[in-house]
């Protein structure tokens, strides 16, 4: 039976222009706030503007942001997190310091002994002509004063690629000495930064098989975290392989503890491609792993039991995207960075969010003072921290449609769409696609002429 044309085209260029006016009204949104969620002043406005007045709430100390990107490229400000950057926001809540020289930026600690000195870990892509006509991207280490601005190189190498070759964390062992994860050759290595010489390595294949993970070699590990730390009193490496859903440790004759691992590939309810693993010692109140449990849009903390590790703490909200980093500070709190949720937040004791910098795409986020990630802080288990998960209203219908999407393909879209593209934003999007496709094959149905592909071309009447 054939469709009724004019009652089918009305409805569908109702549902065409609707759904345009959705995503009118979204990006004009945008515009007048950095953050319709929560209506925070605009710390974005403020970054391009220079306004140093106050943006956020007042904090006790200085919290330190570094910031990824996603494929979004704008030149007139309309899309936020095609600019990275380091931003410093000062216990007032105004931006102390802000810089913007690097293409991307990843991990970033104190430096002990100051009190405004971090070093950062950065990704530069460079142009072919400087690679021998190859892409290539500079990966290093720089050190700055966040009160004077002064840049110091610490140390760097030339990395293939670009995309997933960008190392994401350093950790500095000692005043000469940075322990690498070096995401390019899916190792890491120790290296004597004033002479660049390697002076220790474990390369992942020494353990692995590349039929693990990612696809080898492009992006097999994706290894994004490293950390020095002591198990058993041993030294040892922690190590976050992404792809593998695993937190190993490796001892410093190269062998892997194996009965240290945590998670194991594909087994998505303990880890789902983590980032950046924090190790809480005994002392207090670990052995403990606080992990940003990407995939899985949730912060979990794992403790040792009888030798294995028991999940003791799990926190998410209805708004948590895709958090890859938190860290527990001495008062008890907890400091968390959602990437695609644009937002870096600190949860007290209870589980309730008392602070928020909203900000493009962040990567890591430090509170000076409070030690390197979560040297400062206690376990989960010790603090008596309670459960906390996604607020009721998360069962909306919005809510179940979006949480029905694969987590992998939903933090996916929102790494590749504009920071303004909310859920509402992505069915309207869905639906102006679809609505639009199906409006045009039905026109060229209806339509009295055909067109032949033929040479020369010819446009017949039925």
Not at 21 to 35: C, P
Not at 41 to 51: F, I, K, N, Q, S
Not at 411 to 421: H, I, S
Request: proline share 5%.
């Amino acid at each position: 039976m054939a469709l009724p044309k004019e009652p089918v085209r009305a409805a569908l260029a109702l549902v065409v222009v609707c759904s345009a006016l959705t995503l009118v009204v979204g990006y004009a949104d945008a515009q007048r706030t950095s953050d319709r969620i929560t209506g925070d002043p605009g710390v974005e406005d403020a970054l391009r503007t220079g306004d140093r007045s106050p943006v956020v709430a007042s904090r006790n100390a200085t919290t330190v942001v570094a910031t990824d990107s996603n494929a979004v490229v704008s030149d007139d400000g309309a899309a936020p997190r095609a600019q990275a950057e380091l931003v410093a926001f000062g216990p007032d809540g105004r931006i102390y310091y802000h810089g913007n020289e690097h293409t991307r930026y990843w991990d970033v600690d104190p430096v002990d002994g100051t009190e405004a000195t971090v070093e950062f870990v950065y990704a530069d892509h460079l142009d072919p002509a400087d690679c021998d006509g190859a892409v290539c991207t500079e990966s290093g280490v720089e050190r700055v004063n966040l009160t004077t601005g002064k840049r110091t190189a610490v140390f760097s190498r030339i990395t293939p690629g670009e995309h997933s070759t960008r190392w994401h964390d350093v950790d500095r062992i000692d005043d000469r000495r940075l322990l690498v994860a070096d995401i390019a050759r899916d190792r890491v290595f120790v290296v004597d930064a004033p002479t660049g010489r390697v002076v220790w390595e474990w390369d992942a294949q020494s353990t692995f098989d590349v039929a693990s993970g990612g696809p080898y070699p492009d992006d097999w590990t994706h290894l994004n975290d490293v950390e020095y730390v002591e198990v058993d009193g041993r030294e040892a490496v922690m190590v976050s392989l992404r792809n593998q859903d695993q937190v190993v440790f490796v001892g410093l004759d190269g062998r892997l503890l194996e009965e240290w691992t945590l998670g194991a590939d594909d087994d998505h309810d303990v880890l789902y491609e983590q980032h950046n693993p924090d190790f809480v010692p005994a002392e207090r109140g670990g052995p403990a792993l606080l992990v940003a449990d990407s995939e899985n849009r949730r912060v979990v903390e794992y403790g040792r039991d009888d030798g294995e590790w028991v999940r003791t703490w799990t926190w998410t909200d209805a708004r948590l995207q895709w958090p890859r980093d938190a860290d527990r500070l001495p008062n008890g709190h907890t400091l968390v960075t959602d990437s695609n949720g644009d937002r870096v937040i600190e949860l007290d004791r209870e589980g309730d969010v008392v602070w928020t910098a909203p900000i493009g795409f962040p990567y890591e986020a430090e509170r000076l003072g409070t030690g390197d990630e979560s040297a400062g802080g206690e376990s989960a288990r010790a603090l008596g921290l309670p459960d906390r998960h996604a607020a009721p209203g998360d069962d909306s219908a919005l809510g179940r449609v979006l949480s029905a999407i694969p987590p992998a393909v939903r933090n996916g879209v929102w790494y590749l769409l504009p920071r303004w593209v909310g859920g509402g934003e992505v069915l309207a999007l869905l639906a102006l696609l679809v609505g639009g496709l199906a409006w045009a094959v039905l026109e060229y149905r209806w339509a009295e002429r055909t067109v032949e592909l033929r040479s020369p071309l010819r446009v017949m009447r039925r």
